[in-house]
Protein backbone atom coordinates (compact mmCIF):
# COMPACT_ATOMS: atom_id res chain seq x y z
CA UNK A 1 0.00 0.00 0.00
CA UNK A 2 1.25 3.72 -0.71
CA UNK A 3 0.46 6.56 1.58
CA UNK A 4 1.28 9.79 -0.99
CA UNK A 5 2.20 12.79 1.15
CA UNK A 6 -0.13 15.64 1.86
CA UNK A 7 0.90 18.11 -0.47
CA UNK A 8 0.27 21.17 2.82
CA UNK A 9 2.47 24.09 2.01
CA UNK A 10 5.01 24.37 4.02
CA UNK A 11 4.65 26.27 7.59
CA UNK A 12 6.11 30.03 6.69
CA UNK A 13 8.97 31.54 9.31
CA UNK A 14 10.27 35.25 9.71
CA UNK A 15 12.44 36.68 7.53
CA UNK A 16 16.23 35.66 7.80
CA UNK A 17 19.29 37.18 7.64
CA UNK A 18 21.71 33.84 6.76
CA UNK A 19 25.23 35.05 6.52
CA UNK A 20 27.63 31.83 5.56
CA UNK A 21 31.28 31.93 6.28
CA UNK A 22 32.94 29.93 4.59
CA UNK A 23 30.65 31.06 1.78
CA UNK A 24 32.49 29.77 -1.53
CA UNK A 25 33.93 26.79 0.14
CA UNK A 26 32.71 22.82 -0.48
CA UNK A 27 29.83 23.27 1.84
CA UNK A 28 28.35 26.20 1.14
CA UNK A 29 28.50 25.04 -2.65
CA UNK A 30 27.42 21.53 -2.34
CA UNK A 31 24.91 22.05 0.55
CA UNK A 32 23.82 24.79 1.89
CA UNK A 33 22.95 27.04 -1.45
CA UNK A 34 21.14 24.44 -2.85
CA UNK A 35 19.30 23.41 0.34
CA UNK A 36 18.51 27.18 0.84
CA UNK A 37 17.33 27.16 -2.76
CA UNK A 38 15.20 24.07 -1.91
CA UNK A 39 13.49 25.71 0.75
CA UNK A 40 12.73 28.93 -1.50
CA UNK A 41 11.10 27.29 -3.54
CA UNK A 42 8.99 25.51 -1.12
CA UNK A 43 7.35 28.54 0.07
CA UNK A 44 9.51 28.89 3.38
CA UNK A 45 11.82 31.63 2.95
CA UNK A 46 9.57 34.95 3.87
CA UNK A 47 10.23 38.26 1.27
CA UNK A 48 13.36 40.16 2.60
CA UNK A 49 15.02 37.03 3.52
CA UNK A 50 18.89 37.18 2.48
CA UNK A 51 22.04 35.54 2.46
CA UNK A 52 24.99 36.83 2.81
CA UNK A 53 28.41 35.01 1.07
CA UNK A 54 31.89 35.53 3.28
CA UNK A 55 34.59 34.61 2.62
CA UNK A 56 38.41 36.27 1.69
CA UNK A 57 38.27 35.78 -1.55
CA UNK A 58 37.35 39.28 -3.38
CA UNK A 59 34.63 38.82 -5.27
CA UNK A 60 31.80 40.95 -6.38
CA UNK A 61 27.88 40.33 -5.74
CA UNK A 62 27.20 39.45 -9.53
CA UNK A 63 30.51 36.75 -8.82
CA UNK A 64 28.76 35.03 -5.94
CA UNK A 65 25.37 34.80 -7.34
CA UNK A 66 27.40 33.20 -10.77
CA UNK A 67 28.81 30.49 -7.94
CA UNK A 68 25.84 29.94 -6.45
CA UNK A 69 24.00 29.30 -9.98
CA UNK A 70 26.51 26.83 -11.06
CA UNK A 71 25.89 25.22 -7.82
CA UNK A 72 22.43 24.51 -8.30
CA UNK A 73 22.99 23.29 -11.53
CA UNK A 74 25.55 20.70 -10.09
CA UNK A 75 23.59 19.84 -6.94
CA UNK A 76 20.14 20.16 -7.41
CA UNK A 77 18.04 17.67 -9.40
CA UNK A 78 17.20 18.91 -12.94
CA UNK A 79 13.06 18.68 -12.11
CA UNK A 80 13.52 21.28 -9.31
CA UNK A 81 15.28 23.77 -10.87
CA UNK A 82 12.85 26.41 -12.24
CA UNK A 83 14.47 29.36 -13.89
CA UNK A 84 12.23 31.80 -12.61
CA UNK A 85 12.48 30.49 -8.83
CA UNK A 86 15.81 30.31 -9.18
CA UNK A 87 16.25 33.79 -10.68
CA UNK A 88 14.48 34.56 -7.58
CA UNK A 89 16.69 32.95 -4.78
CA UNK A 90 19.77 34.57 -6.66
CA UNK A 91 18.45 37.80 -6.01
CA UNK A 92 18.27 37.21 -2.52
CA UNK A 93 21.83 36.32 -2.28
CA UNK A 94 24.91 39.13 -1.10
CA UNK A 95 28.55 38.82 -1.04
CA UNK A 96 31.07 40.50 1.10
CA UNK A 97 34.71 39.88 1.00
CA UNK A 98 36.02 39.24 5.31
CA UNK A 99 38.99 38.73 6.89
CA UNK A 100 38.02 36.48 9.97
CA UNK A 101 41.40 37.32 11.75
CA UNK A 102 41.69 41.12 10.69
CA UNK A 103 39.22 43.88 10.59
CA UNK A 104 39.18 43.72 6.61
CA UNK A 105 35.48 43.62 5.67
CA UNK A 106 33.96 43.58 8.78
CA UNK A 107 32.69 47.28 8.68
CA UNK A 108 31.27 46.38 5.36
CA UNK A 109 29.52 43.04 6.57
CA UNK A 110 28.17 45.43 9.79
CA UNK A 111 26.79 48.08 7.26
CA UNK A 112 25.10 45.57 5.47
CA UNK A 113 23.54 43.82 8.49
CA UNK A 114 22.30 47.22 10.07
CA UNK A 115 20.60 47.83 6.70
CA UNK A 116 17.86 45.78 5.96
CA UNK A 117 15.44 45.70 3.15
CA UNK A 118 12.80 48.66 3.85
CA UNK A 119 10.12 47.38 5.19
CA UNK A 120 11.13 44.64 6.58
CA UNK A 121 9.65 42.03 9.16
CA UNK A 122 12.27 42.20 12.12
CA UNK A 123 14.38 39.52 10.76
CA UNK A 124 16.22 36.35 12.55
CA UNK A 125 19.92 37.14 12.54
CA UNK A 126 22.13 33.90 11.98
CA UNK A 127 25.65 33.45 11.61
CA UNK A 128 26.82 30.10 9.77
CA UNK A 129 30.45 29.29 10.46
CA UNK A 130 31.30 26.63 7.54
CA UNK A 131 35.21 27.47 7.81
CA UNK A 132 37.72 25.13 9.85
CA UNK A 133 37.47 24.79 13.69
CA UNK A 134 40.48 27.25 14.17
CA UNK A 135 38.27 30.19 13.17
CA UNK A 136 35.17 29.63 15.26
CA UNK A 137 37.07 31.59 18.19
CA UNK A 138 38.19 34.57 16.00
CA UNK A 139 34.91 34.71 13.83
CA UNK A 140 32.82 34.86 16.72
CA UNK A 141 35.54 37.67 18.97
CA UNK A 142 34.82 39.57 15.87
CA UNK A 143 31.22 39.66 15.23
CA UNK A 144 30.85 40.64 19.33
CA UNK A 145 33.51 43.45 18.17
CA UNK A 146 31.48 44.70 15.71
CA UNK A 147 28.44 44.72 17.25
CA UNK A 148 27.21 42.37 15.34
CA UNK A 149 26.06 39.07 17.93
CA UNK A 150 23.24 40.33 19.10
CA UNK A 151 21.28 38.98 21.91
CA UNK A 152 18.30 36.69 19.51
CA UNK A 153 21.15 35.91 16.95
CA UNK A 154 22.40 32.28 16.27
CA UNK A 155 25.31 31.05 15.40
CA UNK A 156 25.90 27.71 13.55
CA UNK A 157 29.26 25.26 13.76
CA UNK A 158 29.78 22.84 11.60
CA UNK A 159 31.61 19.67 12.63
CA UNK A 160 34.43 18.74 13.44
CA UNK A 161 34.42 20.80 16.68
CA UNK A 162 37.90 20.45 17.69
CA UNK A 163 40.06 17.62 17.43
CA UNK A 164 40.12 16.33 21.36
CA UNK A 165 38.57 17.00 24.14
CA UNK A 166 40.80 20.07 25.30
CA UNK A 167 40.07 21.92 21.88
CA UNK A 168 36.64 21.17 21.57
CA UNK A 169 36.27 22.88 25.28
CA UNK A 170 38.35 25.27 24.22
CA UNK A 171 36.01 26.11 21.07
CA UNK A 172 33.02 25.90 23.03
CA UNK A 173 34.72 28.74 25.75
CA UNK A 174 35.44 30.85 22.99
CA UNK A 175 32.19 30.60 21.72
CA UNK A 176 29.96 30.32 24.53
CA UNK A 177 31.93 34.18 25.35
CA UNK A 178 29.87 35.36 22.96
CA UNK A 179 26.63 33.17 22.11
CA UNK A 180 24.67 31.89 25.22
CA UNK A 181 23.77 27.73 25.21
CA UNK A 182 20.66 28.08 23.65
CA UNK A 183 22.26 30.91 20.93
CA UNK A 184 24.47 27.70 19.51
CA UNK A 185 23.31 25.36 17.21
CA UNK A 186 26.18 22.50 16.39
CA UNK A 187 25.48 20.73 13.27
CA UNK A 188 25.12 16.79 12.93
CA UNK A 189 23.94 16.64 9.76
CA UNK A 190 23.44 12.78 10.34
CA UNK A 191 20.35 14.12 12.68
CA UNK A 192 18.39 16.02 9.73
CA UNK A 193 18.37 12.76 8.11
CA UNK A 194 14.70 11.58 7.34
CA UNK A 195 15.31 7.91 8.51
CA UNK A 196 17.57 8.65 11.20
CA UNK A 197 14.30 10.94 12.43
CA UNK A 198 12.51 8.03 12.08
CA UNK A 199 14.61 5.48 14.50
CA UNK A 200 12.30 7.89 17.04
CA UNK A 201 9.09 6.91 15.45
CA UNK A 202 9.99 3.94 15.25
CA UNK A 203 10.96 3.31 18.71
CA UNK A 204 8.75 5.46 20.61
CA UNK A 205 5.54 5.44 18.03
CA UNK A 206 4.75 1.91 18.18
CA UNK A 207 4.20 -0.34 20.98
CA UNK A 208 5.91 -3.59 19.54
CA UNK A 209 9.49 -2.98 19.44
CA UNK A 210 9.71 -1.37 22.68
CA UNK A 211 9.29 -4.38 24.99
CA UNK A 212 12.13 -6.18 23.22
CA UNK A 213 14.45 -3.31 22.86
CA UNK A 214 17.04 -4.47 25.61
CA UNK A 215 19.52 -7.14 27.00
CA UNK A 216 16.85 -9.78 27.46
CA UNK A 217 16.09 -10.05 23.78
CA UNK A 218 18.57 -8.06 21.26
CA UNK A 219 22.09 -10.45 21.20
CA UNK A 220 23.66 -7.50 19.21
CA UNK A 221 23.17 -4.23 17.32
CA UNK A 222 25.71 -3.25 14.08
CA UNK A 223 26.05 -0.20 12.68
CA UNK A 224 27.36 0.02 9.31
CA UNK A 225 28.04 4.08 7.65
CA UNK A 226 30.25 2.81 4.10
CA UNK A 227 31.18 5.76 1.40
CA UNK A 228 32.67 5.02 -1.85
CA UNK A 229 34.18 8.43 -2.03
CA UNK A 230 37.60 8.59 -1.23
CA UNK A 231 39.02 11.73 0.44
CA UNK A 232 38.27 13.89 -2.78
CA UNK A 233 39.58 17.76 -2.49
CA UNK A 234 39.80 17.38 1.39
CA UNK A 235 43.22 15.21 1.57
CA UNK A 236 44.63 18.24 4.04
CA UNK A 237 41.55 18.70 6.30
CA UNK A 238 41.29 14.56 6.21
CA UNK A 239 44.42 13.55 6.86
CA UNK A 240 44.39 15.57 10.15
CA UNK A 241 41.14 13.48 10.91
CA UNK A 242 41.04 10.43 9.95
CA UNK A 243 37.45 7.81 10.40
CA UNK A 244 37.45 8.02 13.85
CA UNK A 245 36.86 11.85 14.27
CA UNK A 246 35.46 12.14 11.04
CA UNK A 247 32.89 9.62 11.52
CA UNK A 248 32.82 7.91 15.06
CA UNK A 249 32.71 10.63 17.54
CA UNK A 250 29.87 12.20 15.87
CA UNK A 251 27.91 10.76 13.07
CA UNK A 252 27.84 7.43 14.56
CA UNK A 253 27.83 8.23 18.16
CA UNK A 254 24.45 10.00 17.35
CA UNK A 255 23.47 6.98 16.30
CA UNK A 256 24.47 4.83 18.73
CA UNK A 257 22.85 7.21 20.86
CA UNK A 258 19.06 7.13 18.92
CA UNK A 259 19.18 3.55 19.24
CA UNK A 260 19.86 3.38 22.88
CA UNK A 261 18.25 5.91 24.36
CA UNK A 262 15.45 5.68 27.12
CA UNK A 263 11.97 7.37 26.28
CA UNK A 264 12.63 10.95 26.29
CA UNK A 265 9.70 13.06 28.37
CA UNK A 266 8.56 14.36 25.40
CA UNK A 267 10.08 15.85 21.90
CA UNK A 268 10.99 19.38 23.11
CA UNK A 269 14.48 19.78 22.71
CA UNK A 270 16.11 19.45 25.90
CA UNK A 271 14.61 16.02 26.88
CA UNK A 272 15.71 14.20 23.60
CA UNK A 273 19.10 15.83 24.28
CA UNK A 274 19.50 14.71 27.60
CA UNK A 275 18.41 10.95 27.29
CA UNK A 276 21.41 11.15 24.39
CA UNK A 277 23.65 12.64 26.67
CA UNK A 278 23.32 9.69 28.97
CA UNK A 279 23.92 7.38 26.25
CA UNK A 280 26.85 8.88 25.83
CA UNK A 281 27.78 9.11 29.74
CA UNK A 282 27.17 5.36 29.93
CA UNK A 283 29.68 4.20 26.73
CA UNK A 284 31.82 2.19 28.45
CA UNK A 285 35.46 3.11 28.23
CA UNK A 286 37.89 1.02 25.85
CA UNK A 287 41.07 0.81 27.73
CA UNK A 288 44.58 0.62 26.57
CA UNK A 289 44.78 -3.29 26.98
CA UNK A 290 41.73 -3.49 24.89
CA UNK A 291 42.37 -1.25 22.07
CA UNK A 292 43.89 -4.51 20.04
CA UNK A 293 40.66 -6.40 20.37
CA UNK A 294 37.70 -4.02 20.83
CA UNK A 295 39.40 -1.64 17.62
CA UNK A 296 40.39 -1.52 14.46
CA UNK A 297 42.05 0.85 12.01
CA UNK A 298 42.73 0.88 8.26
CA UNK A 299 43.44 2.44 5.51
CA UNK A 300 43.02 1.66 1.74
CA UNK A 301 45.10 1.05 -1.17
CA UNK A 302 44.56 1.31 -4.82
CA UNK A 303 41.48 -0.92 -5.98
CA UNK A 304 38.43 -0.76 -7.80
CA UNK A 305 35.01 1.03 -6.96
CA UNK A 306 32.02 1.05 -8.83
CA UNK A 307 34.01 -0.70 -11.78
CA UNK A 308 36.73 1.69 -11.50
CA UNK A 309 40.54 2.44 -10.59
CA UNK A 310 41.08 4.31 -7.79
CA UNK A 311 44.47 4.94 -6.05
CA UNK A 312 45.60 4.05 -2.73
CA UNK A 313 45.13 6.99 0.10
CA UNK A 314 49.00 7.30 0.16
CA UNK A 315 48.78 8.58 -3.56
CA UNK A 316 45.65 11.43 -3.37
CA UNK A 317 46.40 15.12 -3.35
CA UNK A 318 47.16 16.19 -0.57
CA UNK A 319 48.25 13.72 1.89
CA UNK A 320 51.99 12.92 2.93
CA UNK A 321 53.52 9.54 1.71
CA UNK A 322 53.98 8.38 5.00
CA UNK A 323 50.48 9.17 6.39
CA UNK A 324 49.21 7.02 9.49
CA UNK A 325 45.80 8.55 9.15
CA UNK A 326 43.12 5.69 9.36
CA UNK A 327 40.09 5.76 6.86
CA UNK A 328 38.19 2.97 8.13
CA UNK A 329 37.65 2.17 11.80
CA UNK A 330 35.60 -0.56 13.36
CA UNK A 331 35.19 -1.28 17.10
CA UNK A 332 33.11 -2.92 19.70
CA UNK A 333 31.32 -0.93 22.33
CA UNK A 334 28.90 -1.11 25.40
CA UNK A 335 26.62 1.12 26.90
CA UNK A 336 27.06 0.48 31.04
CA UNK A 337 23.40 0.83 31.95
CA UNK A 338 20.51 -1.66 33.08
CA UNK A 339 19.08 -1.90 29.77
CA UNK A 340 21.98 -2.87 27.36
CA UNK A 341 24.38 -4.40 30.13
CA UNK A 342 26.66 -7.08 27.74
CA UNK A 343 24.92 -5.97 24.34
CA UNK A 344 28.01 -5.32 21.85
CA UNK A 345 27.36 -2.69 19.46
CA UNK A 346 29.87 -3.41 16.99
CA UNK A 347 30.77 0.04 14.23
CA UNK A 348 32.10 0.54 11.21
CA UNK A 349 33.08 3.00 8.88
CA UNK A 350 35.04 3.92 5.82
CA UNK A 351 35.51 5.41 2.49
CA UNK A 352 36.48 3.84 -0.63
CA UNK A 353 33.98 0.56 0.28
CA UNK A 354 32.25 -1.75 -1.75
CA UNK A 355 28.70 0.41 -1.76
CA UNK A 356 27.30 3.61 -0.42
CA UNK A 357 25.18 2.49 2.43
CA UNK A 358 24.51 2.96 5.87
CA UNK A 359 22.41 0.86 8.00
CA UNK A 360 21.45 -0.17 11.94
CA UNK A 361 21.11 -4.32 12.48
CA UNK A 362 19.44 -4.98 15.62
CA UNK A 363 20.01 -8.90 15.84
CA UNK A 364 17.77 -10.32 18.22
CA UNK A 365 18.31 -13.34 20.16
CA UNK A 366 16.98 -16.96 19.23
CA UNK A 367 14.20 -18.60 20.03
CA UNK A 368 14.57 -20.36 23.23
CA UNK A 369 13.46 -23.65 22.23
CA UNK A 370 12.73 -25.28 18.94
CA UNK A 371 10.00 -27.10 18.48
CA UNK A 372 10.55 -28.43 14.94
CA UNK A 373 12.04 -31.07 13.83
CA UNK A 374 15.64 -31.90 12.45
CA UNK A 375 15.70 -30.96 8.60
CA UNK A 376 13.16 -28.23 8.97
CA UNK A 377 15.55 -25.66 8.09
CA UNK A 378 18.01 -23.82 10.52
CA UNK A 379 16.15 -21.67 12.31
CA UNK A 380 17.65 -17.97 12.20
CA UNK A 381 16.83 -15.58 14.76
CA UNK A 382 14.81 -12.44 14.14
CA UNK A 383 16.99 -8.86 12.45
CA UNK A 384 15.79 -5.66 12.15
CA UNK A 385 17.45 -3.79 9.50
CA UNK A 386 17.27 -0.20 9.73
CA UNK A 387 18.70 1.59 6.63
CA UNK A 388 19.88 5.14 6.59
CA UNK A 389 20.66 5.29 3.12
CA UNK A 390 20.25 4.97 0.16
CA UNK A 391 16.29 3.12 -0.48
CA UNK A 392 15.64 4.12 2.93
CA UNK A 393 13.90 0.81 4.25
CA UNK A 394 12.78 -0.91 7.54
CA UNK A 395 12.75 -4.88 6.95
CA UNK A 396 12.10 -7.54 9.48
CA UNK A 397 13.39 -10.68 9.00
CA UNK A 398 10.95 -13.64 10.12
CA UNK A 399 11.20 -16.78 10.02
CA UNK A 400 8.09 -17.92 8.22
CA UNK A 401 7.14 -22.37 6.31
CA UNK A 402 7.91 -22.74 2.86
CA UNK A 403 4.66 -23.00 1.42
CA UNK A 404 3.82 -26.35 -0.12
CA UNK A 405 2.52 -29.74 0.93
CA UNK A 406 6.04 -30.86 1.78
CA UNK A 407 5.48 -31.11 5.39
CA UNK A 408 6.96 -27.95 8.48
CA UNK A 409 10.33 -26.15 6.31
CA UNK A 410 11.17 -23.30 7.16
CA UNK A 411 12.96 -20.25 5.63
CA UNK A 412 13.72 -16.58 6.81
CA UNK A 413 11.60 -13.89 4.67
CA UNK A 414 11.59 -10.20 5.33
CA UNK A 415 8.83 -7.74 6.00
CA UNK A 416 9.76 -5.17 3.87
CA UNK A 417 8.94 -1.05 4.13
CA UNK A 418 9.93 1.39 1.35
CA UNK A 419 9.79 4.55 2.19
CA UNK A 420 10.26 5.52 -1.53
CA UNK A 421 7.63 2.91 -2.50
CA UNK A 422 5.19 3.76 0.64
CA UNK A 423 5.08 7.47 0.69
CA UNK A 424 7.17 8.60 -2.97
CA UNK A 425 8.38 12.21 -3.36
CA UNK A 426 11.55 13.53 -2.73
CA UNK A 427 13.34 13.22 0.68
CA UNK A 428 14.62 16.23 2.09
CA UNK A 429 18.17 16.77 2.21
CA UNK A 430 19.38 16.91 5.64
CA UNK A 431 20.58 20.51 5.15
CA UNK A 432 16.87 21.45 4.27
CA UNK A 433 15.62 20.34 7.47
CA UNK A 434 18.56 22.06 9.76
CA UNK A 435 18.77 25.44 8.00
CA UNK A 436 15.08 26.24 8.65
CA UNK A 437 15.24 24.94 12.36
CA UNK A 438 17.80 26.77 13.41
CA UNK A 439 15.02 29.80 11.59
CA UNK A 440 12.74 28.19 14.14
CA UNK A 441 14.84 27.73 16.85
CA UNK A 442 14.37 24.50 17.43
CA UNK A 443 17.64 23.00 18.48
CA UNK A 444 16.02 19.46 19.17
CA UNK A 445 18.52 17.48 16.05
CA UNK A 446 21.46 19.95 17.12
CA UNK A 447 24.14 18.69 19.63
CA UNK A 448 24.46 20.35 23.13
CA UNK A 449 28.08 21.30 24.53
CA UNK A 450 27.97 18.92 27.22
CA UNK A 451 27.15 15.93 24.15
CA UNK A 452 29.98 16.97 21.95
CA UNK A 453 32.43 16.92 25.06
CA UNK A 454 31.24 13.27 26.56
CA UNK A 455 31.54 11.72 22.84
CA UNK A 456 34.73 13.23 23.08
CA UNK A 457 35.30 12.06 26.42
CA UNK A 458 34.35 8.46 25.12
CA UNK A 459 36.90 8.68 21.44
CA UNK A 460 40.11 10.20 23.75
CA UNK A 461 41.20 7.09 25.05
CA UNK A 462 40.99 5.45 21.55
CA UNK A 463 43.15 8.14 19.96
CA UNK A 464 45.40 8.37 22.92
CA UNK A 465 45.65 4.06 22.93
CA UNK A 466 46.45 4.00 19.35
CA UNK A 467 48.92 6.88 19.15
CA UNK A 468 51.11 5.21 22.32
CA UNK A 469 51.02 1.44 19.81
CA UNK A 470 52.50 3.55 17.06
CA UNK A 471 51.21 1.11 14.77
CA UNK A 472 50.17 1.70 11.01
CA UNK A 473 46.52 1.38 9.99
CA UNK A 474 45.91 -1.84 8.36
CA UNK A 475 46.00 -1.51 4.35
CA UNK A 476 42.97 -2.85 3.01
CA UNK A 477 42.28 -2.91 -0.94
CA UNK A 478 39.68 -0.21 -2.47
CA UNK A 479 36.29 -1.45 -3.50
CA UNK A 480 36.28 -3.84 -0.37
CA UNK A 481 34.62 -4.30 3.29
CA UNK A 482 38.01 -3.15 5.19
CA UNK A 483 40.69 -4.84 6.84
CA UNK A 484 40.45 -8.65 7.02
CA UNK A 485 41.08 -7.71 11.01
CA UNK A 486 37.78 -5.76 11.26
CA UNK A 487 35.82 -9.27 10.34
CA UNK A 488 38.05 -11.30 12.99
CA UNK A 489 36.72 -8.46 15.43
CA UNK A 490 32.86 -9.85 15.29
CA UNK A 491 33.75 -13.51 14.37
CA UNK A 492 35.60 -13.74 17.27
CA UNK A 493 32.28 -13.32 18.75
CA UNK A 494 30.49 -16.11 16.69
CA UNK A 495 28.77 -13.41 14.92
CA UNK A 496 28.99 -11.62 11.31
CA UNK A 497 28.27 -8.21 9.58
CA UNK A 498 25.56 -7.89 7.76
CA UNK A 499 26.58 -7.60 4.20
CA UNK A 500 24.62 -10.22 2.60
CA UNK A 501 22.14 -7.74 1.20
CA UNK A 502 23.88 -4.65 -0.48
CA UNK A 503 21.95 -3.74 -3.58
CA UNK A 504 24.34 -5.25 -6.92
CA UNK A 505 23.41 -1.66 -8.09
CA UNK A 506 25.43 -0.06 -5.41
CA UNK A 507 28.77 -1.91 -6.33
C1 LIG B 1 30.89 14.30 6.70
C2 LIG B 1 32.31 13.80 6.67
O1 LIG B 1 30.56 14.75 7.99
O2 LIG B 1 30.01 13.24 6.34
C3 LIG B 1 32.65 13.27 5.29
O3 LIG B 1 33.19 14.86 7.00
C4 LIG B 1 31.65 12.23 4.85
O4 LIG B 1 33.97 12.73 5.26
C5 LIG B 1 30.21 12.75 5.02
O5 LIG B 1 31.89 11.93 3.48
C6 LIG B 1 29.21 11.63 4.79
O6 LIG B 1 27.91 12.16 4.79
P1 LIG B 1 26.72 11.46 3.98
O7 LIG B 1 25.53 12.30 4.28
O8 LIG B 1 27.12 11.48 2.53
O9 LIG B 1 26.63 10.06 4.51
Redesign the pocket.
Known amino acids: MSYPRPTVAAPALPPFDYTVFGGTGDLALRKLLPALYLRDKAGQVAEGSRIIGVSRSPLSRGDFRAKAEQAIRDHVPADERDTALVARFLERLDYVPVNATTDEGWSELAELLNTPPSGREPAVRIFYLATSPSLFGPTCDQLRAFGLAIPDSRVVLE ?2 IGRDLASAQAINDQVGAVFSEPQIYRI ?3 LG ?1 ETVQNLLALRFGNSLFEPLWNADHIDHVQIT ?1 A ?1 T ?1 G ?1 EE ?1 GG ?2 DQ ?1 GALR ?2 VQ ?2 LLQLVCLVGMECPISLAQESVRDEKLKVLRSLKAIGADEIGSCTVRGQYRAGAVAGGAVPGYLDEPGIPSSSGTETFVALKLEIDNWRWAGVPFYLRSG ?1 RLPA ?1 M ?1 EIVIQFRPIRHSIFPQGAGELQANRLIVRL ?1 PDESIRLHLMTKEPGPGGMRLRPAALNLSFAQTFGGRFPD ?1 YERLLMDVVRGNSTLFMRRDEVEAAWQWAEPILDGWAARHEMPKPYIAGTWGPSQSIALIERDGRTWHDDEIPAAAF
Do not use: L
Open positions: KPDHYKVEVVRYYSDMNHKKSQA
